[in-house]
């Protein structure tokens, strides 16, 4: 089934298109279709908490700075790093690419971006640290020239805990280093009923809680599946509850399991 956009989805909840009737299973597995996958994250998009000097320092990131920020897997790493190559029209590359791509950038005769974002530096294999390694001497050698980018950098742990080379883990830290804090319950919760109310919505504490302790804990995702909630409830006309909740995400694992057979 072509995949149709958000405002085309909206569009059919209300009956605006000629098609299946709002309640019809094509709809809601459109709907489905349409709306659990995470929005393209952004600085603005993250929800900042007690990140917001990362969250500034990103946003004001400029030519010849270098920033490592370092938390474990759900503080939002990958989301900002990801963010800030949108803000920036920059460069992302995971451990997977990074020994050649860096390599390319560190040793070529121009870098060709702004921005270079690595992430998951832990996961760096032998030739991805020498890459690294040559790219933070190679934006040192340019941070005061007009060919100068900003670097940042993602991993798991303080630069000085990293499991890498040691001239490497010297460079973590040569500039801004921030740790990213996990959302507390109740800065999670807060956040989705915010973005709910956003959308003219009222969560029960009941959906909410049962969201926080049963769903993943990426809140882009998480706010993406207020978003697909609130359209299903409307294509369904049934109020958003818990078994409303319950028999979305049931509908998405099964249409999963017929694409998987």
């Given at each position: 089934?072509?995949?149709?956009?958000?405002?085309?989805?909206?569009?059919?909840?209300?009956?605006?298109?000629?098609?299946?009737?709002?309640?019809?299973?094509?709809?809601?597995?459109?709907?489905?279709?349409?709306?659990?996958?995470?929005?393209?994250p952004?600085?603005?998009?993250?929800?900042?908490g007690r990140?917001?000097?990362?969250?500034?320092?990103?946003?004001?990131?400029?030519?010849?700075?270098?920033?490592?920020?370092?938390?474990?897997?759900?503080?939002?790493r990958?989301?900002?790093?990801?963010?800030?190559?949108?803000?920036?029209q920059?460069?992302?590359?995971?451990?997977?690419?990074a020994?050649?791509?860096?390599?390319?950038?560190?040793?070529?005769e121009?870098v060709?971006?702004?921005?270079?974002?690595?992430d998951?530096t832990?996961?760096l294999?032998?030739?991805g640290?020498?890459?690294?390694?040559a790219?933070?001497?190679?934006?040192?050698?340019?941070?005061?020239t007009?060919?100068?980018?900003c670097?940042?950098?993602?991993?798991?742990?303080?630069?000085v805990?990293?499991?890498l080379?040691?001239?490497?883990?010297?460079?973590?830290?040569?500039?801004?280093?921030?740790?990213?804090?996990?959302?507390?319950?109740?800065?999670?919760?807060?956040?989705?009923?915010?973005?709910a109310?956003?959308?003219?919505?009222?969560?029960?504490?009941?959906?909410?809680t049962?969201?926080?302790?049963?769903?993943e804990?990426?809140?882009s995702?998480?706010?993406?599946?207020?978003?697909?909630?609130d359209?299903?409830?409307?294509?369904?006309?049934?109020a958003?509850?818990?078994?409303?909740l319950?028999?979305?995400?049931?509908?998405?694992q099964?249409?999963?399991?017929?694409?998987?057979s």
């Open positions: 089934m072509a995949r149709r956009s958000h405002a085309q989805a909206a569009g059919r909840v209300w009956g605006l298109q000629i098609g299946s009737p709002p309640d019809s299973p094509d709809m809601a597995q459109q709907l489905i279709l349409d709306l659990l996958p995470a929005p393209p952004t600085l603005d998009n993250f929800v900042v990140n917001a000097a990362a969250l500034d320092a990103l946003r004001n990131c400029a030519p010849g700075r270098a920033i490592y920020l370092w938390g474990p897997h759900g503080v939002g990958t989301h900002l790093l990801r963010a800030a190559c949108h803000h920036m920059g460069h992302y590359h995971g451990p997977e690419d020994a050649e791509r860096l390599h390319e950038i560190a040793t070529g121009e060709g971006s702004r921005l270079i974002a690595v998951d832990q996961a294999d032998s030739a640290q020498a890459a690294l390694f790219l933070y001497n190679r934006w040192r050698e340019t941070a005061a007009a060919n100068a980018f670097l940042i950098v993602g991993g798991d742990h303080a630069p805990a990293m499991e080379r040691e001239d490497l883990r010297s460079r973590l830290g040569w500039d801004l280093v921030f740790r990213l804090e996990q959302l507390s319950d109740e800065e999670r919760a807060q956040a989705l009923c915010s973005h109310a956003e959308r003219g919505l009222t969560l029960s504490s009941e959906v909410v049962w969201l926080l302790t049963h769903h804990r990426d809140m995702r998480l706010t993406a599946l207020i978003d697909a909630l359209r299903y409830s409307l294509a369904r006309h049934r958003i509850t818990l078994p409303l319950k028999d979305l995400l049931a509908s998405a099964r249409h999963e399991n017929n694409s998987n």
